[in-house]
């Protein structure tokens, strides 16, 4: 039996989704998206940490937790380790393995699990560190909206359970493109340091 012909499409047909992507398999190889400073997340390099010396933990902390690290460290090694801010009683520092370019963490100084562990005093002080920082990656990174968000406990996905804090990821129109969809890739396109740089820049300005 002769199958029916289908009718002809009127117009150019549109492709499968991923046609394109699939039929460029075999030369994968000429197309390179070129991350150096990414090596370091490959290899596991955790950057510039401090000794025993460069530290003074606060009561309470936790020695495994990198936020307690971070706010006990001298501030000569901020850099190193991503620290943007430390107030009497609050942290803002870069996320090492960010879901995105400009992921911040926002978090008390002391290890608090949760929010109940926290005084009205650094309740207040942390969210007065979101929107400042939220107003800083606006003007200086021209971010267009925000994610900010907590998770408690580890069963909500929190990577320190022990320490709570907050994540402030800046949103740009057409962030989330094909890339993590088709490929399985986030593209960062600024490196930790660069993007500390430009947000330290960015609050010496403010308190000029």
């Known amino acids: 039996m002769i199958p029916r012909r289908m009718p002809a499409i009127i117009g150019n047909p549109r492709p499968p989704l991923n046609a394109g992507f699939a039929g460029r398999l075999g030369s994968m190889d000429n197309d390179r998206l070129w991350a150096p400073w990414r090596l370091g997340y490959v290899q596991g390099d955790t950057g510039s940490e401090p000794t025993t010396d460069d530290l003074a933990w606060r009561p309470g902390a936790d020695r495994d937790c990198f936020l ?39 978090a008390p100084l002391d290890h608090r699990a949760t929010l109940a562990d926290l005084d009205d005093d650094t309740l207040l002080d942390l969210q007065r560190s979101i929107a400042a920082w939220c107003g800083r990656m606006t003007r200086s990174m021209q971010a267009h909206g925000f994610n900010v968000g907590l998770n408690l406990g580890a069963v909500a996905g929190a990577g320190v359970p022990g320490h709570l804090h907050w994540h402030v990821v800046p949103r740009w129109p057409g962030d989330v493109n094909f890339m993590p969809t088709i490929a399985g890739v986030r593209v960062l396109p600024q490196s930790l340091d660069a993007l500390w740089e430009q947000l330290s820049t960015a609050a010496a300005e403010d308190a000029e």
């Open 68 to 106: 307690c690290r971070a706010a006990g460290v001298e501030p000569r090694l901020f850099r190193g380790l991503g620290v943007l801010e430390r107030t009497p009683l609050s942290l803002v520092i870069t996320n090492r393995y960010p879901y995105s370019n400009g992921h911040l963490l926002i």
